[in-house]
Structure formats: structure tokens, C-alpha cells
């Protein structure tokens, strides 16, 4: 009786650990959120290009249309703390295209006035076509200074922003970290050397990209709207 329960304890352990999970996709519906943050709310450049990829597909490029949300010192999202999840309403955000920034990598600017923290992009929904067929997709970024990526309100990566599972308060200050300054839309940018973002001797130049493959499976729960929660979730082991 007790190897069938320490048996039983491992089964339950494999199934439930971070590294094995799998982010749910759905046909149609997928919700992408990014968020990066400065070095200080000082900083003279930020934001976070990325490119989404499944089959071979490009989900999710520059240029996608986005809702954003811009934190200063005097406009946080006080009190808000499910901005990244598949029910959050972003309405009242701002309506732009990816990506969101200044002084960098940016298409739709935003002010730059020596006060400014993190930045939130809500992707428009996105179809998977095959996703019945998807076993995994490919996430590409091109940031200044760090960033989280989260789909259908799944932590899939983040890099240069900390070591624990926790979303960083909007004035989260990352160590610096420069994107390739190419002004979007542009191609070139993917071009970029990739960084080598795991373990502790981490390779993680200015100038370069992340590339991130993940496992994903198909849930058609994952895009219910608010109260229901998707079957399969968790988050897969981050990115550093």
C-alpha cells in the first residue's frame, strides 16, 4: 500500500510540474499579452517587438493590432491585477498596432516624458488553423528593457526580468538591455542573433533576440470567456 502511494504521489508530481505543462490553444480566439518594463522610469527607450509562429505560420507579427496600456508614475493600473488573463476587458485601452514603445523599436509611440514604467499589449484574437495538428509554436522578441509573454493568460517566457513566477509590479526596474533599434515594421530584425537565455551563464547581449519553442496542445476551453477557466494550464518553465 505505501509503494502505491508514494507511486500514486510521483504520478500526480510528474503531471503537475511546470516543466511538463502544456499552454492551450484553440482554433479560433488566442489571445496574446506582452509586457515590458524599463531599467528606471528615466529610461530613454523600451518596448517589445514579437513574432508568433505555429506550422511553420506567422500567428502574430509586427503590425498586429493591439490594446495598450502605458504606466506612469501617474497612471498606473492601480489595483489591477488580471490584465494579462482571456476575461480581462481592455476597452478602455488605447488602440494601436504592434510595436508599442518609443525611441527604439516601435510603430505606435508613446510619450516619452522621464516618468515612464511598464507597457501592456493585448493582441487582437488570432486563428490557429490545424491547431488540432500544433504540438508546438515558436515565440520570437525583439525588447528593451524586459519582457513577460503570456498566451490565453499563460506565462509561455520572459527574459532579464526576475526569478520568480510573480507578474512585477508595474515599476519593476530589469537590468539593461538594448533591442536591435530597428524601427518596425522590419523583417531584418529577426535577423538578429539569438540569445542563449537558460541557466545560470546566461548569453544575453544587447542587440539580440529571444527565440522560444513551447509545447502547446488544443483546448477549446482555453478561449471561454470569464468563469471559465481553461482545462489544461499552468506555466511551462520560464525563460531567465
Not at 481592455?90 to 510595436?99: L, Y
Not at 514604467?117 to 520570437?140: E, K, L, N, P, Q
Not at 515599476?171 to 522590419?186: I, K, R
Request: aromatic share 10%; with cysteine; net charge negative.
Amino acid at each position: 500500500m505505501r509503494f502505491f502511494a508514494v507511486a500514486c504521489l510521483l504520478v500526480v508530481l510528474f503531471i503537475a510540474s511546470p516543466s511538463f505543462a502544456q499552454i492551450p490553444i484553440a482554433e479560433r480566439g488566442n489571445l496574446l499579452v506582452t509586457a515590458s518594463y524599463n531599467t528606471d522610469l528615466g529610461s530613454s527607450d523600451q518596448g517589445v517587438a514579437v513574432q508568433l509562429e505555429a506550422n511553420g505560420a506567422i500567428l502574430v507579427d509586427e503590425g498586429h493590432d493591439v490594446r495598450y496600456f502605458f504606466n506612469q508614475s501617474g497612471n498606473n493600473l492601480a489595483g489591477v491585477s488580471d490584465w494579462m488573463t482571456m476575461r480581462y476587458d481592455d476597452s478602455a485601452w488605447e488602440v494601436g498596432v504592434s510595436a508599442v514603445g518609443y525611441n527604439c523599436i516601435e510603430i505606435t509611440t508613446v510619450p516619452d516624458d522621464n516618468d515612464q514604467g511598464a507597457i501592456f499589449s493585448r493582441y487582437d484574437r488570432f486563428d490557429i488553423s490545424g491547431a488540432a495538428s500544433v504540438t508546438s509554436m515558436t515565440i520570437r522578441a525583439d525588447y528593451d528593457d524586459s519582457f513577460i509573454a503570456w498566451l490565453n493568460g499563460i506565462e509561455i517566457v520572459r527574459a532579464n526580468i526576475g526569478s520568480d513566477d510573480a507578474v512585477p509590479e508595474w515599476n519593476y526596474f530589469a537590468v539593461s538591455h538594448e533591442s536591435t533599434n530597428l524601427l518596425g515594421p522590419d523583417p531584418a530584425r529577426w535577423n538578429a542573433p539569438v540569445s542563449n537565455l537558460f541557466g545560470a551563464g546566461d548569453d544575453n547581449p544587447s542587440g539580440s533576440i529571444v527565440e522560444f519553442t513551447f509545447d502547446v496542445l488544443l483546448d477549446p476551453a482555453a478561449v471561454q470567456p470569464a468563469g471559465k477557466l481553461p482545462i489544461l494550464w499552468g506555466s511551462i518553465k520560464n525563460v531567465r
